[in-house]
């Protein structure tokens, strides 16, 4: 498995979650990487990503409420979810940014409720 995404669940509107994604292989160590997530009907969307020296970018939707980071000593990626929202419910999953087909795996499941 090169890319295993955890830490989803339920959550209340307001509360908070943190992903996280361990990578094994070459891939966190040579590009950028970055969280996705899509929701019922609608496409895989690009949330959050981070260079391999921490440059940050997000998505307008979720701009100040959540926070990507990288551990390159772990190869490890996170994100940090604050003041979650019901829209914010999706399958997240992370990937290279931009996303390597290859690499897609199964995602994690958030859900928040009203």
């Known amino acids: 498995v090169q890319l295993q995404a955890s830490g989803g669940g339920l959550v209340q509107a307001g509360g908070s979650l943190r992903l996280s994604c361990a990578a094994s292989?070459?891939?966190?160590?040579?590009?950028?990487m970055g969280w996705y997530r899509q929701a019922p009907g609608k496409r895989r969307e690009l949330v959050a990503s981070?260079?391999?020296?921490?440059?940050?970018n997000y998505a307008g939707s979720v701009e100040g409420r959540f926070t990507i980071s990288r551990d390159n000593a772990k190869k490890t990626v996170y994100l940090q979810m604050n003041s979650l929202k019901p829209e914010d419910t999706a399958v997240y999953y992370c990937?290279?940014?931009?996303?390597?087909?290859?690499?897609w795996g199964q995602g994690t499941l958030v859900t928040v409720s009203s």
């Open positions: 990937n290279a940014e931009p996303a390597l087909d290859d690499y």
């Open positions: 292989g070459t891939i966190f160590d040579i590009n950028s």
């Open positions: 981070i260079t391999r020296f921490g440059r940050t």
